[in-house]
């Protein structure tokens, strides 16, 4: 009972939460489109007529109402929070098709270019960073530092052209644009690796550098433990926790990456769906993405909110230290502590 | 085969700031002889630490060995490729950390971290090491080591913590084992039991010890030769009893005087102190009782009771010490007697009117009657602000006089604490730790209140600062008739300022009193353990 | 000061000096007209003549991109404007009043800060596009939207670090009125990480204007922006590289020396 009670405990609070961001992203961007100045509906049929016009007056309430942006704002919140639960994420403007339809359409291409980038980008970085840290010359290890602050100046659309340039006009290798080949996720892939991988290896060489300086890393050190034996027992399981919490961040930026690199590499994807929405003023389409990103992201700073207690001893629930004045009679004897804190069921203070 | 373990001569260590080099030791001799027990003794910035840093080849990044031999069982330590080094360290030397809270892995068990120099050294197989950390774990003191094995660091105090360093220095039956303060961050109890372990560690295995440390009382209990280091040098050596009876120096002779477990005495003012109307007591607290709520992850939050009806009195113009260790609740009942925190219940009493529960405007006017002073001297000022504003602001805070009279009074005030004008317009950072805390009783005086919360106000101090403080203190005390509510956990300092006694325990009150009678012949068997655990005492 | 004097630093500072005339004096660099081509001059590689090549209607590549300075930074400059001055009230008004009324307000905002932050600053900046209209200065609004969301995190950790700080209580303690304490202790201690954190962001920001330009929503053509020139020589990447490299060059330029001035700052208070 109290092992499901105290995983109910950790867990509840974090997917309350997760709820409440995503309740809140379709909130900001209902308020996105209908605050801010401009009509979408009459922008969309502009760009779809060509004119801004003569406007059928029926069309345009029948647009309206496709896109839920009649009756009072309440109504429209109500009504759409409504579809939303149910899946239901709207009617395109431009196309006629459900939301739902065009971004599962496209989600798995986006989905095999932002997986490869991170798993590009995180193997590099981890690597590159043990050099950085192995390495026996400073300039080496200087020199290693100094490269990913380049990997994130440089825009993913500049570094793509480039790739293209390089591998698919002047060698040959790769292909430059399109979907249907598998090798066709290649480059898109490595040109988001970049930022990604730079992005992540600064967090991760921060933490390392923060664990080298620590008290422990000392003792280790003191103990007569060789450099590897202290990098790989000590160094890097400290420094996992702020790297996996960087994850959330590489996935929110992975998510807005796709609209430059599918556009670079003439890809279908999430990003070019918008991209190519907000050309016509879509604003069903644009909002139906953004909930979806934020719901992703939201998920996975979930898990690794979750994933916490399984890599930081010190976030696990129950045990903490007992109080260093706890023993009830005062003795010279060696401590007579009870084995978990005074304060919990002694019955529970079975060891792990 | 001599007889020394460790001969170090001319060890001079620095370190690289930018483009200049600080020397921290500058050409130091020291032996140490095998099964011997010495203790390396020095105020911050003597370059203690860096000695034993240096020893075993281990200095901070920027740090290097400029010259010198440490003779080890015939090996010079400072030659040696590192890879011999290494197979030294923890095998044939062994050190004890300072901080336990910092040095030990958190995401790794006892056990593991136990195992790691078995291994290494020994060549134990996996099953052999693992019975063997338990074992240790029990030779230092701690009880069911099975299970301890396989906790993690923040699972254990602080003092079993530093047991199991001190288990992993002995683990791999060094000849020499270097302790850097092993005890500084422990209750005066605790750490008496942790002293008395290692004592008895090197004793069974006749294991040489070189002990650093600040403390000349622990050095007096404990070591049978002293080196008392300065700015880089050794000052004065020599067998224990002949250095502190009879100094040859007079940094060490100053030393000896100031230390509060050797040799302290009640600190008399200067002037002769001013009258004060002793009607009624300046603070009066009556049963105060706080309850905090403990949340931990996952877990229910519990109720933890802080303080459980404590009551005391502190006479007008008169010093009431508070004393407890960690988790007494000291410090709780200070912050409700300066109405900070909230009791549950209880009552405040200041000069004789209620203030238990007063709030907003009328508890803000409160603060011209009292105020505090916090312990530590790096945190409690405002980094931005230059000394003359952080002791014109409560000034400024009341309206009292214009900004220049408020300036005018900041300096009389820097005077009032013997800190020189000139260093009126400088920052806080640009200051020493004694100055800081000259500068915060500078600004709790400032208002003129009648009654003065210090906590802990000397404890981050050095040593011979610490007596300065102590002695500016009591003088103004003499000067202004103010009351001192003075938490500490240091009896030595008890003993320098205390008119009056209060020893907690866990929320509660065990004893108090008159402090000439509580500390010459204290009644609770708590008190008298207190006591009698203060470093220096056996040598008194 | 020392640190001032390297290299890295100097360079740095040069290039952010360069931006500031290319942005308010362009003519003082490139004297030419961004607008004008000769047809007959078309797509040149780069020359004594044309430092960056011409385009393909024949116009100095150079000059456009010294004249497209001002609007992709002027834009960028807004976004941290917008997001440091927007997400810092929020971070300041949640940390200031987590605890003492409730956590229920801080807990709410807080959330909402979240989404601005889950959602990426392009997609953010893509919506408010879509709605507002094409140009730089909605882009400057929809990244500044972006930014406000990690403004407002940062402003909110630092107060709540610097309340927990032992001088804040003293300050009270002192007689200090909350809003003197806000005032003259927990604003000046927290605003200096995140005025740091404000330079970064600039570099960031850039980038973020430059990639929404380079999708087509900037300025309509044939305004010059780093963006949108980038994108345009696209088409004839495979034979002019120098279209779309060399104002990428620049915007990896700028960006990095912006970057470096801020960590330099950032290390040096």
């Given at each position: 009972?109290?092992?499901?009670?105290?995983?109910?405990?950790?867990?509840?609070?974090?997917?309350?939460?997760?709820?409440f961001?995503?309740?809140?992203?379709y909130?900001?961007?209902?308020?996105?489109?209908?605050?801010?100045?401009?009509?979408?509906?009459?922008?969309a049929?502009?760009?779809?007529?060509?004119?801004?016009?003569?406007?059928?007056?029926e069309?345009?309430?029948?647009?309206?109402e496709?896109a839920?942006?009649?009756?009072?704002?309440?109504?429209q919140?109500?009504?759409?929070?409504?579809?939303?639960?149910?899946?239901?994420?709207?009617?395109?403007?431009?196309?006629?098709?459900?939301?739902?339809d065009?971004?599962?359409?496209?989600?798995?291409?986006?989905?095999a270019?932002?997986?490869?980038?991170?798993?590009?980008?995180?193997?590099t970085?981890?690597?590159?960073a043990?050099l950085?840290?192995?390495?026996p010359?400073r300039?080496?290890?200087d020199?290693?530092?100094?490269?990913?602050?380049?990997?994130?100046?440089?825009?993913?659309?500049?570094?793509?052209l480039i790739?293209?340039?390089?591998?698919?006009f002047s060698?040959?290798?790769?292909?430059?644009?399109g979907?249907r080949?598998?090798d066709?996720v290649?480059?898109?892939?490595v040109?988001?690796?970049?930022?990604?991988?730079?992005?992540?290896?600064?967090?991760?060489?921060?933490?390392?550098r923060?664990a080298?300086?620590?008290?422990y890393?000392f003792?280790?050190?003191?103990?007569?433990?060789?450099?590897?034996a202290?990098?790989?027992?000590h160094v890097?399981?400290?420094a996992?926790?702020?790297?996996?919490?960087?994850?959330?961040?590489?996935?929110?930026y992975?998510?807005?990456?796709?609209?430059?690199?599918?556009?670079v590499?003439?890809?279908?994807?999430?990003?070019?769906?918008?991209?190519?929405?907000?050309?016509?003023?879509d604003?069903?389409?644009?909002?139906?993405?953004?909930?979806?990103?934020?719901?992703?992201?939201?998920?996975?700073?979930?898990l690794?909110?979750?994933?916490?207690?399984?890599?930081?001893?010190r976030?696990?629930?129950?045990?903490?230290?007992?109080?260093?004045?706890?023993p009830s009679?005062?003795?010279?004897?060696?401590?007579?502590d009870?084995?978990?804190s005074?304060?919990?069921?002694?019955?529970?203070?079975?060891?792990? | 085969m001599?007889?020394?373990?460790?001969?170090?001569?001319d060890?001079?260590?620095r370190?690289?700031v930018g483009r200049?080099?600080?020397?921290?030791?500058?050409?130091?001799?020291?032996?140490?002889?095998?099964?011997?027990i010495?203790?390396?003794?020095?105020?911050?910035?003597?370059?203690k630490?860096?000695?034993?840093q240096?020893?075993?080849r281990?200095?901070?990044?920027?740090?290097?060995?400029a010259?010198?031999?440490?003779?080890?069982?015939?090996?010079?330590?400072l030659q040696?490729?590192?890879?011999?080094?290494?197979?030294?360290?923890?095998g044939?030397?062994?050190?004890v950390?300072?901080d336990p809270?910092?040095?030990?892995?958190?995401?790794?068990?006892i056990?593991?971290?136990?195992?790691?120099?078995l291994?290494?050294?020994?060549?134990?197989?996996?099953?052999?090491?693992?019975?063997?950390?338990?074992?240790?774990?029990?030779?230092?003191g701690?009880?069911?080591?099975?299970?301890?094995?396989?906790?993690?660091?923040h699972e254990?105090?602080?003092?079993?913590?530093?047991r199991v360093?001190?288990?992993?220095?002995?683990?791999c039956?060094?000849?020499?084992?270097?302790a850097?303060?092993?005890t500084s961050?422990?209750?005066?109890?605790?750490?008496?039991?942790?002293?008395?372990?290692?004592?008895?560690?090197?004793?069974?295995?006749?294991?040489a010890?070189?002990?650093?440390?600040?403390d000349?009382g622990?050095?007096?209990?404990?070591?049978?030769?002293?080196?008392?280091?300065?700015?880089?040098q050794?000052?004065?050596?020599?067998p224990?009893?002949?250095?502190?009876?009879?100094?040859?120096h007079?940094?060490?002779?100053d030393?000896?005087?100031?230390?509060?477990?050797?040799?302290?005495v009640?600190?008399t003012?200067?002037?002769?102190?001013?009258a004060?109307?002793?009607?009624?007591?300046?603070?009066e607290?009556?049963?105060?009782?706080?309850?905090?709520?403990?949340?931990?992850p996952?877990?229910?939050?519990?109720?933890?009771?802080?303080?459980?009806?404590?009551?005391?009195?502190v006479?007008?113009?008169r010093?009431?010490?508070?004393?407890?260790?960690?988790?007494?609740?000291?410090?709780?009942?200070?912050?409700?007697?300066?109405?900070i925190?909230?009791p549950?219940?209880?009552?405040?009493?200041?000069?004789?009117?209620?203030?238990?529960?007063?709030?907003?405007?009328?508890?803000?006017?409160?603060?011209?009657?009292?105020?505090?002073?916090y312990?530590?001297?790096f945190?409690?000022?405002?980094?931005?602000?230059?000394?003359a504003?952080?002791?014109?602001?409560?000034l400024?805070?009341?309206?009292?006089?214009?900004?220049?009279?408020?300036?005018?009074?900041?300096?009389?005030?820097?005077?009032?604490?013997?800190?020189?004008?000139?260093?009126a317009?400088?920052r806080?950072?640009e200051?020493?730790g004694?100055?800081?805390?000259?500068?915060?009783?500078?600004?709790?005086?400032?208002?003129s209140?009648?009654?003065?919360?210090?906590?802990?106000?000397?404890?981050?101090?050095?040593?011979?600062?610490?007596?300065?403080?102590?002695?500016?203190l009591?003088?103004?005390?003499?000067e202004?008739?103010?009351?001192?509510?003075?938490?500490?956990?240091?009896?030595?300092?008890?003993r320098?300022?205390a008119?009056e006694?209060?020893?907690?325990?866990?929320?509660?009150?065990?004893?108090?009193?008159?402090a000439?009678?509580?500390?010459?012949?204290?009644?609770?068997?708590?008190?008298?353990?207190?006591?009698?655990?203060?470093?220096?005492?056996?040598?008194? | 000061?020392?640190?001032?004097?390297?290299p890295?630093?100097?360079?740095?500072?040069?290039?952010?000096?360069?931006?500031?005339?290319?942005?308010?004096a362009?003519?003082?660099?490139?004297?030419?007209?961004?607008?004008?081509?000769?047809?007959?001059?078309?797509l040149?590689?780069p020359?004594?003549?044309?430092?960056?090549?011409?385009?393909?209607?024949?116009?100095?590549?150079?000059?456009?991109?010294?004249?497209?300075?001002?609007?992709s930074?002027?834009a960028?400059t807004?976004?941290?404007?917008i997001?440091?001055?927007v997400?810092?009230?929020?971070?300041?008004?949640?940390g200031?009043?987590?605890?003492?009324?409730?956590?229920?307000?801080?807990?709410?905002?807080m959330?909402?800060?979240?989404?601005?932050?889950?959602?990426?600053?392009?997609?953010?900046?893509?919506?408010?596009v879509?709605t507002?209209g094409?140009?730089?200065?909605s882009?400057?609004?929809?990244?500044?939207?972006?930014?406000?969301?990690?403004?407002?995190?940062?402003?909110?950790?630092?107060?709540?670090?610097?309340r927990?700080?032992?001088?804040?209580?003293?300050?009270?303690?002192?007689?200090?009125?909350?809003?003197?304490?806000?005032?003259?202790?927990?604003?000046?201690?927290?605003?200096?990480?995140v005025?740091?954190?404000?330079?970064?962001?600039?570099?960031t920001?850039?980038?973020?204007?430059?990639?929404?330009s380079?999708?087509?929503?900037?300025?309509?053509p044939?305004?010059?922006?780093w963006?949108?020139?980038v994108?345009?020589g696209?088409?004839y990447?495979?034979?002019?590289?120098?279209?779309?490299v060399?104002p990428?060059?620049v915007?990896?330029?700028?960006?990095?020396?912006?970057?470096?001035?801020?960590?330099?700052?950032?290390?040096?208070r």
């Open positions: 009972m109290t092992r499901a009670g105290t995983a109910l405990r950790l867990v509840a609070p974090k997917v309350l939460q997760f709820a961001v995503v309740w809140a992203t909130t900001v961007t209902f308020l996105l489109v209908r605050v801010l100045p401009g009509d979408p509906v009459l922008a049929l502009a760009v779809q007529s060509g004119d801004a016009t003569t406007v059928d007056p069309q345009l309430a029948a647009l309206r496709q839920g942006l009649d009756g009072s704002l309440l109504e919140y109500l009504a759409q929070l409504g579809a939303l639960l149910t899946g239901d994420l709207g009617t395109s403007l431009a196309t006629g098709r459900t939301v739902v065009m971004i599962a359409g496209v989600v798995p291409g986006s989905l270019v932002a997986g490869l980038a991170l798993v590009i980008g995180v193997l970085s981890v690597v590159l043990f950085a840290s192995i390495a010359w300039w080496l290890r020199l290693l530092v100094q490269l990913p602050p380049l990997g994130v100046a440089v825009p993913a659309f500049v570094t793509g790739l293209i340039s390089v591998f698919s060698l040959g290798l790769l292909p430059a644009s979907s080949s598998g066709s290649i480059l898109p892939a040109t988001l690796a970049f930022p990604v991988g730079a992005i992540f290896f600064q967090v991760f060489i921060t933490a390392i923060e080298e300086a620590s008290g890393v003792t280790a050190e003191a103990k007569g433990l060789g450099r590897a202290v990098f790989g027992r890097l399981r400290n996992l926790l702020p790297s996996v919490t960087s994850i959330g961040l590489l996935i929110g992975l998510a807005g990456g796709t609209a430059v690199v599918e556009t590499f003439s890809r279908e994807g999430i990003g070019r769906l918008v991209v190519s929405a907000v050309l016509a003023r604003v069903s389409v644009i909002q139906g993405v953004i909930i979806v990103v934020a719901v992703v992201y939201a998920l996975a700073a979930l690794v909110d979750l994933s916490y207690p399984l890599i930081d001893p976030l696990r629930p129950g045990k903490a230290a007992p109080k260093p004045a706890a009679t005062f003795s010279i004897a060696p401590e007579a009870a084995l978990t005074s304060t919990t069921d002694p019955q529970n203070g079975a060891a792990k | 001599s007889d020394n373990i460790l001969e170090v001569s060890l001079q260590v370190y690289r200049r080099r600080i020397e921290a030791v500058r050409g130091i001799d020291l032996t140490v002889p095998r099964g011997g010495v203790a390396l003794v020095g105020e911050s910035g003597s370059g630490s860096s000695v034993s240096a020893l075993i281990r200095l901070a990044g920027n740090g290097e060995i010259a010198g031999r440490a003779v080890f069982d015939g090996q010079d330590l040696l490729p590192m890879k011999r080094m290494r197979a030294i360290r923890g044939s030397i062994g050190f950390p300072q809270n910092s040095s030990l892995n958190p995401t790794l068990r056990g593991e971290q136990l195992v790691e120099g291994r290494l050294h020994l060549k134990l197989g996996r099953e052999e090491a693992a019975q063997r950390a338990v074992r240790i774990l029990g030779d230092v701690l009880s069911h080591p099975e299970a301890r094995a396989r906790q993690y660091p254990l105090s602080g003092g079993m913590k530093q360093l001190i288990g992993m220095a002995w683990s039956e060094p000849q020499l084992v270097i850097d303060e092993p961050a422990l209750d005066v109890t605790v750490q008496r039991l942790v002293l008395d372990q290692m004592q008895q560690l090197a004793a069974d295995r006749g294991t010890v070189l002990m650093v440390t600040h000349l622990v050095a007096a209990d404990r070591a049978e030769q002293v080196v008392v280091m300065r700015h880089g050794v000052v004065d050596a020599g224990t009893a002949a250095v502190l009876h009879a100094p040859t007079e940094y060490t002779r030393l000896v005087a100031a230390a509060p477990g050797l040799n302290s009640r600190l003012a200067s002037a002769a102190p001013v004060t109307e002793a009607s009624h007591p300046i603070l607290i009556r049963e105060l009782r706080k309850t905090f709520t403990l949340r931990r996952g877990a229910a939050p519990e109720p933890f009771t802080a303080v459980d009806g404590v009551s005391l009195a006479p007008a113009g010093t009431v010490a508070l004393v407890g260790e960690s988790g007494s609740g000291k410090t709780t009942t200070a912050r409700m007697a300066a109405r925190e909230t549950d219940s209880g009552s405040v009493l200041l000069d004789g009117q209620d203030v238990t529960t007063l709030r907003g405007e009328a508890l803000r006017q409160l603060r011209r009657d009292v105020q505090v002073v312990q530590n001297p945190g409690s000022l405002d980094p931005r602000m230059s000394v504003q952080i002791i014109a602001e409560p400024r805070a009341f309206g009292l006089g214009g900004r220049r009279e408020q300036l005018t009074e900041a300096r009389r005030l820097l005077d009032a604490v013997q800190l020189a004008e000139g260093l317009d400088r806080p950072a200051l020493s004694g100055q800081r805390q000259r500068v915060a009783i500078a600004r709790a005086l400032a208002l209140p009648k009654l003065l919360v210090l906590d802990e106000p000397v404890s981050a101090l050095d040593v011979s600062v610490q007596q300065q403080v102590l002695q500016l009591v003088d103004l005390q003499a202004r008739g103010v009351g001192y509510l003075f938490i500490t956990h240091d009896f030595g300092v008890v320098q300022i008119d006694v209060v020893v907690m325990r866990q929320g509660r009150v065990v004893e108090q009193g008159p000439e009678r509580l500390l010459s012949a204290p009644e609770h068997e708590y008190t008298r353990a207190l006591l009698e655990a203060v470093p220096g005492t056996a040598a008194r | 000061m020392t640190k001032l004097l390297r890295t630093t100097l360079v740095s500072i040069l290039v952010v000096l360069l931006c500031v005339v290319m942005a308010f362009p003519q003082l660099i490139a004297p030419g007209d961004p607008l004008a081509g000769t047809p007959r001059d078309r040149l590689p020359s004594a003549e044309h430092l960056f090549g011409t385009d393909s209607l024949g116009r100095d590549v150079f000059t456009r991109v010294v004249h497209g300075a001002w609007l930074l002027a960028a807004l976004a941290v404007g997001g440091g001055l997400g810092g009230a929020i971070g300041l008004l949640c200031a009043a987590r605890g003492r009324v409730g956590t229920a307000i801080d807990f709410v905002v959330r909402f800060v979240d989404v601005l932050i889950a959602v990426p600053g392009i997609l953010l900046a893509l919506i408010v879509a507002l094409f140009g730089p200065w882009i400057a609004l929809g990244v500044g939207l972006g930014a406000a969301g990690s403004f407002a995190r940062i402003m909110r950790a630092q107060v709540l670090r610097v927990g700080e032992e001088y804040v209580e003293a300050a009270a303690v002192l007689g200090v009125r909350p809003l003197g304490v806000l005032g003259r202790h927990i604003l000046p201690n927290a605003a200096r990480p005025l740091a954190m404000a330079a970064l962001e600039l570099g920001a850039v980038l973020s204007v430059s990639a929404i380079f999708l087509g929503f900037g300025v309509a044939p305004a010059p922006e963006g949108s020139l994108s345009a696209r088409d990447i495979a034979t002019s590289w120098w279209l779309t060399l990428g060059a915007i990896v330029g700028v960006v990095l020396a912006v970057t470096r001035l801020a960590r330099v700052i950032g290390e040096s």
